[in-house]
């Protein structure tokens, strides 16, 4: 039964600015759900993500169900080339562990901080290989 | 032994007892001084007013100023709690709803993903 807002209009301030500086950094488009999944938590943070539309392939949706305790990040296909699911898996372990704790903005903000920094790296062509 | 054991409990609960009497002696000493004239007694209103009434205000004005700011604040995710809160969607589409109603299971199947899942 929904009632109440999730974020004070200064936590939603946060997160926007959070949002925007990924974008203006990193050219990282990431969009943060924050609510009840519809079946698979899975499944739904891909509905979610195909919903942004045409331009999904090139966008990251954060899905945070604080209801089931889930949290998805969905890459798109083209941003998984600067951005791989090890850098993705990172910011997640890093959001948790706020989200844990009862701060879901403090999360949120340093998890899309986390992607956009990882999503700035250089590409490397010639790297050294390290075994 | 055990005798002994429920004297001295006796003698301390009468002590203690005796003891109250004697520290409250002083109180016999107040007798009416010359000039002094009492004024009337406090009516049962009154009274109560005064030993319920403002003890109680004084706490309902602590509770206050303890729960204030966190009332300012919002409300605050716990995790131990259900989570009631209208979903957000930052970054989303203008109308999502819509947009929600619009992907189509194929639409989705269709290109792949990455990311990752994590649970707290």
Known sequence: ?131 | MRDLRVRARLAAVAGSLLLAVLLAAPALAATRDDGEEPGRGLSSGQALLIFIGVPLAVAVLLGLLTYLPSIARGPRYRPERTWTANPVWFGGPDDPEEALRLTSPEEIARTSRGGASAQW
Do not use: C, K
């Open chain 1, 1 to 131: 039964m929904p009632s109440g807002d999730a974020f004070t209009e200064r936590q939603e301030q946060e997160i926007t600015r959070a949002l925007r500086v990924a974008w203006e950094e990193s050219e990282l488009r990431v969009s943060v759900f924050v609510g009840s999944s519809v079946g698979d938590p899975r499944a739904y943070a891909e509905r979610l993500h195909t919903a942004l539309g045409r331009d999904a392939r090139s966008r990251v949706l954060v899905l945070v169900d604080p209801a089931n305790r889930r949290l998805e990040i969905v890459t798109g296909e083209d941003v998984r080339r600067r951005l791989d699911d090890r850098a993705a898996a990172l910011a997640a372990l890093s959001m948790t562990t706020s989200f844990t704790v009862g701060d879901l903005t403090a999360g949120i903000v340093t998890g899309v901080r986390m992607l956009a920094d990882a999503a700035r790296r250089p590409r490397v062509l010639h790297q050294p290989s390290v075994s």
